[in-house]
């Protein structure tokens, strides 16, 4: 067996497997919330934006919009946003937060504590490491676009 495709070599398993372990740190804190962490990145970017339409947030999410359009209409049902065709151009749909979406917020405010407790890591070993994902993302993001 060659060594390059032996699993402990690999780059692509630890990724994913600490993906996996991190968003299992997430889960019991957005159940307290009654969020799933797709619904909880969505959320995350409507606190800072209050609007945006979808291609946005998937070009800043990284999904598609077949994975958004259920994921927001489940959002909507439960009255955490508000999906609205634009008035300029009925093709582009508009996400608006709302005020109960807005609320969460505040409940919201412990999870990025309770994550880096989680981790044992302090501030700056969790801005390195993620200055380092977003460097690596941007590379092969940008290889997408040549």
């Known amino acids: ?3 390059n495709l032996r699993l402990k070599n690999q780059l692509c ?4 497997a600490l993906s996996r372990q991190i968003t299992s740190l997430y ?3 957005l159940d ?4 799933t962490y797709p619904q909880y990145l969505v959320l ?3 606190w800072e934006f209050n609007q945006l339409n979808i291609k946005q947030l998937g070009e800043m999410l990284f999904l ?3 994975t958004l359009t259920p994921l927001l209409k489940r ?8 999906r609205k065709r634009s008035a300029i151009d009925e093709r582009i749909v508009d996400i608006i937060i709302t005020q109960e979406g807005k609320d969460l917020e505040k409940e919201a405010e412990v999870i990025p504590f309770a994550i880096k407790e989680g981790l044992g890591m302090d501030d700056e070993e969790i801005k ?4 380092q994902l977003n460097s690596i993302l941007k590379v092969i993001t940008d290889k997408g676009t040549d």
């Open 1 to 3: 067996m060659s060594d």
């Open 13 to 16: 398993f630890p990724l994913y």
């Open 27 to 29: 889960r019991p804190l």
């Open 32 to 35: 307290k919330l009654g969020l």
């Open 44 to 46: 995350m970017v409507l």
């Open 64 to 66: 598609d919009t077949g």
């Open 75 to 82: 959002m909507e049902i439960r009255g955490l946003l508000v």
């Open 128 to 131: 390195n490491f993620r200055d």
